[in-house]
C-alpha cells in the first residue's frame, strides 16, 4: 500500500470534532470541556457527504467520531488528510479502512469494554425467551389466544450454553450463564484463561455438538465471515439454538432459515444481519422474517443508555489523550504507546512524529535534534508493519521558535507522515 508523505500539521491548533450517528452527549460535552470544537450531524453520512462535511469544519486537525452506519474508505481519508483521529462509538472498526487509515498515519479507536455487559444481558434475555417460546406465545396473545402449557418450554438450568469468542463479552455472558445455572463452554482460537467454572474446548466442532445454546462472539474478519455455514449448522445439536450478536457476515442467514423451517434447529436470535438499513426510515428485508422461532432484533446490543454514555467518555477521552500527548493506547491501527511527561523543571514539549516505518528514522531524527542545539530529556518509539510512533521531549515551550524549528525539521525529514508538537509539562 502506497504510504502518504510529509503531512504537517500546524502545531498547537485546537483540533475540530465531527460526531455523527447521534453520538452520545457525554461524548459531546467531554470533548468541548477539553477545549475542541464540536460539530454534531445526527445521522450517519455517505461517502461524499461526510468529505464535504469535515472539510467545511475549522483550519487545523479534525477528528470524526461515528458507530455504524458511516464508512471511512480510502476515498475519505485521501480526501482529508488533515483527519487524523477516528473514533468508532461502538466495538467494531469494519466500517473503516484500517490498512489504508494506519499507512497513513491516522489512529483509531473503538470502546471494546463499555458495551460488554449490555450485550451480553441481551444474550442471557434472548436464551430464556428461546426456551421458553415466549414471543410466539406473546403474539398469540396480543390477537386473542390463549396458549398455555408446557410443550416445548424449558428451564435453561443445567443446559449447556457454548460461546464462539471467549474475549469481553464472551468472558462476561458466561459470568452470567453459569448464575442461571446453566454448563458454560467455549472455544477461541487464541488461548483464554477461563472464569468460574467455564472450560475450554479443543475445537469448534466439539462445542458445535455438545452445546443446547450456541452464542457468537467474534469479530468481522476473513477468518470469521461466513463462520456458520450449512455444513457447520448441520453439525449442531438437534433442537438447538443459535444465538448472533455479533457481526452480520459470520452467519449464512439461507442455511439458517432452512434449519429452523426443517426444526433441526429448535430457534434462533439474531441481532446483527449482512446487509442492514441505513437508517429507521428504510425497511428492513430478512429470509428470517416471519419465522415464529427467531428472535430478531435491529442491531442493538449495545444500545442502552448506560452503555451508550459509558461509550462515549471510553472513546472521547481517547481522542483528548491522543491530541494532547500522543497517546495512542487503545488504538487499532497504530502502536500502542503512552509516556509520561520527564519529571524535570521548567517547561517540556513533546513532539510527537508519525512516520514510516523503514530502517534508519531515528538516526535522521536525532540528527536533527542535535543539529537544532536542543537537548532530549525523553524518548520513546514504538512501531508496527507499516508506521513507527516517536515521541521527542525536549525543555522548551511549545511555543517557543526553537520547539517550532525543531518539529519542522523533523517534519521535513522523507520518512514522516504527520508531525506535530505539544506542551506537556
Not at 22 to 41: C, F, N, P, Q, W
Not at 391 to 413: F, M, Q, T
Request: proline letters at 5%.
Amino acid at each position: 500500500m502506497a504510504l502518504a508523505s510529509g503531512l504537517v500539521h500546524n502545531p498547537i491548533v485546537t483540533a475540530s470534532a465531527l460526531l455523527l450517528e447521534k453520538v452520545h452527549a457525554t461524548a459531546e460535552k467531554s470533548l468541548m470541556d477539553d477545549g475542541y470544537a464540536v460539530t454534531r450531524i445526527n445521522k450517519g453520512l455517505t461517502e461524499d457527504e461526510l468529505i464535504e462535511a469535515l472539510k467545511a469544519l475549522p483550519e487545523g486537525p479534525v477528528m470524526v467520531g461515528i458507530r455504524s452506519k458511516t464508512h471511512i474508505t480510502a476515498k475519505v481519508l485521501d480526501a482529508v488528510p488533515r483527519l487524523d483521529a477516528v473514533g468508532c462509538f461502538c466495538i467494531g472498526t469494519d466500517q473503516v479502512a484500517l490498512g489504508h487509515a494506519r499507512a497513513n498515519g491516522v489512529t483509531v479507536f473503538n470502546a471494546p469494554f463499555s458495551s460488554t455487559r449490555s450485550v451480553a444481558e441481551l444474550v442471557m434475555a434472548d436464551i430464556v425467551m428461546l426456551a421458553r417460546r415466549i414471543f410466539p406465545r406473546n403474539a398469540a396473545a396480543h390477537v386473542g389466544s390463549w396458549e398455555k402449557g408446557a410443550t416445548g418450554a424449558h428451564e435453561v438450568r443445567a443446559k449447556t450454553l457454548g460461546i464462539i469468542g471467549y474475549g469481553h463479552i464472551g468472558s462476561q455472558l458466561g459470568i452470567l450463564a453459569e448464575a442461571f445455572g446453566m454448563n458454560v463452554q467455549y472455544f477461541d482460537i487464541e488461548k483464554k484463561l477461563p472464569l468460574g467454572n467455564t472450560n475450554s474446548v479443543v475445537s469448534m466442532d466439539a462445542l458445535l455438538e455438545s452445546s443446547d445454546f450456541v452464542s457468537l462472539h467474534v469479530p468481522d474478519t476473513e477468518m470469521t465471515r461466513n463462520m456458520m455455514t450449512a455444513a457447520e449448522i448441520g453439525k449442531m445439536k438437534k433442537g438447538a439454538y443459535l444465538i448472533n450478536l455479533s457481526r452480520g457476515k459470520v452467519v449464512d442467514i439461507d442455511a439458517l432459515r432452512i434449519a429452523l423451517e426443517s426444526k433441526a434447529l429448535a430457534g434462533a436470535a439474531v441481532d446483527v444481519y449482512p446487509s442492514e438499513p441505513a437508517s429507521n426510515a428504510e425497511p428492513f428485508e430478512s429470509p428470517l422474517r416471519g419465522l415464529d422461532n427467531v428472535i430478531l432484533t435491529p442491531h442493538i446490543g449495545g444500545s442502552t443508555q448506560e452503555a451508550q454514555a459509558n461509550i462515549g467518555l471510553e472513546v472521547a477521552q481517547a481522542l483528548d489523550r491522543f491530541r494532547k500527548f500522543g497517546s495512542t493506547m487503545g488504538s487499532v491501527t497504530l502502536p500502542n504507546l503512552d509516556v509520561p511527561a520527564p519529571k524535570v523543571s521548567g517547561s517540556v514539549s513533546r513532539i510527537i512524529n508519525l512516520h514510516r516505518n523503514v530502517p534508519g528514522v531515528l538516526s535522521e531524527t536525532n540528527r536533527v535534534v542535535a543539529e537544532s542545539g536542543v537537548n532530549i530529556v525523553g524518548q520513546s518509539l514504538g512501531t508496527n508493519e507499516d508506521v513507527g510512533l516517536l515521541y521527542v521531549d525536549v525543555p522548551v515551550a511549545a511555543d517557543d521558535p526553537k520547539a517550532e524549528n525543531l518539529r519542522a525539521g523533523i517534519a521535513a525529514l522523507g520518512t514522516s507522515l504527520r508531525t506535530r508538537i505539544e506542551p506537556v509539562g
